[in-house]
Nanobody
Framework: QVHVVESGGGLVQAGDSLRLSCAVF????????MSWYLQPPGKERELVAS???????RYVDSVKGRFTISRDNGLMTAYLQMNSLKPDDSGRYYC??????????????WGQGTQVSVSS
């Protein structure tokens, strides 16, 4: 089984920075792609950033230049460095982990999320 645990969220002011962590635990040899999703209050979950096992990254336009996704394959951990935070970045951030060819919002494994609140 794959267990996903997010951490690093908090209540910050606009312009501040946060670094989210996504740690993966369980019985496995390796994992596939890792992604960060944002679910604003009352809205659907949406993809923010993704990274492949080879280190290729993609971002939603609204966070380009401000957010950086990275991963440490040895530690089985992904990170989301969030700079210049805006109120629109607020919501619950979830980590999605691909394993055994299963990934994405339907087939991947989810954590419980970590809350980010950005005040103006």
């Amino acid at each position: 089984q794959v267990h996903v645990v997010e951490s690093g969220g908090g209540l910050v002011q606009a312009g501040d920075s946060l670094r989210l962590s996504c740690a993966v635990f369980g019985s496995f040899l390796s994992i596939d792609g890792m992604s960060w999703y944002l679910q604003p209050p009352g809205k659907e979950r949406e993809l923010v950033a993704s990274i492949t096992t080879g280190g290729n990254v993609r971002y939603v336009d609204s966070v380009k230049g401000r957010f950086t996704i990275s991963r440490d394959n040895g530690l089985m951990t992904a990170y989301l460095q969030m700079n210049s935070l805006k109120p629109d970045d607020s919501g619950r951030y979830y980590c999605n982990v691909g394993w055994l060819g299963r990934g994405g919002p339907k087939g991947g494994y989810w954590g419980q999320g970590t809350q980010v609140s950005v005040s103006s």
